[in-house]
């Protein structure tokens, strides 16, 4: 089962963007979940998680901009983006942690950009 990533666009410097990501009722009860970015030319890395408690982590460089969010009934991840900066520029991506490989998707693509 590949969890989908969805509500990924174009917005300009200092626009916002909510991203979705449905996940498999096994992982979300269960597990942690986390959105992943990758850039051109560059590795996956991890932007937040949230865990089955609803503690989030976030990197540095997203603290204060981003928010990962948990809806129980819908069995979705939620991060959204506030102030996005040319460098936020990726394509999103969500997984359970540990990441499983069978659960990446197409990921949703996000550009940052006047």
């Known amino acids: 089962v590949q969890l989908q990533a969805s509500g990924g666009g174009l917005v300009q410097p200092g626009g916002s963007l909510r991203l979705s990501c449905a996940v498999p009722g096994s992982l979300f009860s269960r597990g942690a979940v986390g959105w992943f970015r990758q850039a051109p030319g560059k590795q996956r890395d991890l932007v937040a998680s949230?865990?089955?408690?609803?503690?989030?982590y976030y990197v540095d460089s997203v603290k204060g901009r981003f928010t990962i969010s948990r809806d129980n009934a819908k069995n979705t991840v939620y991060l959204q983006m506030n102030s996005l900066k040319p460098e936020d520029t990726a394509v999103y991506y969500c997984?359970?942690?540990?990441?499983?490989?069978?659960?990446w998707g197409q990921g949703t693509l996000v550009t940052v950009s006047s």
């Open positions: 997984n359970g942690i540990p990441i499983r490989s069978d659960y």
């Open positions: 949230i865990a089955t408690s609803a503690y989030a």
